[in-house]
């Protein structure tokens, strides 16, 4: 990640902290993470389903198709995240940059609410951490 990637990422997320803790200071501090042990990633075979044959028509490539759907999961809020992580994986093997996943999440802010984005760029986070200790 870039210098100049990292201190815009870092200024997204420490915004989000500071309108989070304006909103309701009670989730600045939340963590869904134990909701994760509930919801199963999805399996490949319903990836193929969904993305492969379903959706996989003419109009949009997969990338473009992969970060409406970071958009549809940040909107979600904490109840999507292992679904977040893997369509973050996804969309990053599909050629999307950190920065256009980072803006797909951001501008979801507007849609369902500062927490909700902070929440999806701190996932994005993880995963592009788990990226360069692979790489």
Avoid: Y
Wanted: cysteine-free.
């Amino acid at each position: 990640m870039s210098d100049g990637f990292a201190r815009l990422f870092s200024q997204m997320l420490a915004s989000g902290q500071e309108m989070a803790r304006a909103f309701n200071p009670g989730l600045e501090n939340f963590d869904p993470r134990a909701f994760e042990k509930l919801i199963p990633t999805m399996s490949a075979d319903m990836m193929e389903m969904w993305f492969g044959r379903t959706f996989n028509r003419e109009g949009l490539d997969a990338k473009t198709r992969l970060l409406l759907t970071i958009g549809a999961l940040t909107v979600q809020g904490g109840a999507a995240e292992p679904q977040l992580r893997l369509a973050v994986r996804h969309a990053r093997q599909a050629g999307a940059t950190q920065r256009e996943i980072a803006e797909t999440i951001w501008q979801m802010s507007m849609f369902g609410g500062v927490p909700a984005m902070q929440k999806a760029l701190d996932l994005a986070q993880s995963v592009f951490a788990e990226e360069e200790d692979q790489g």
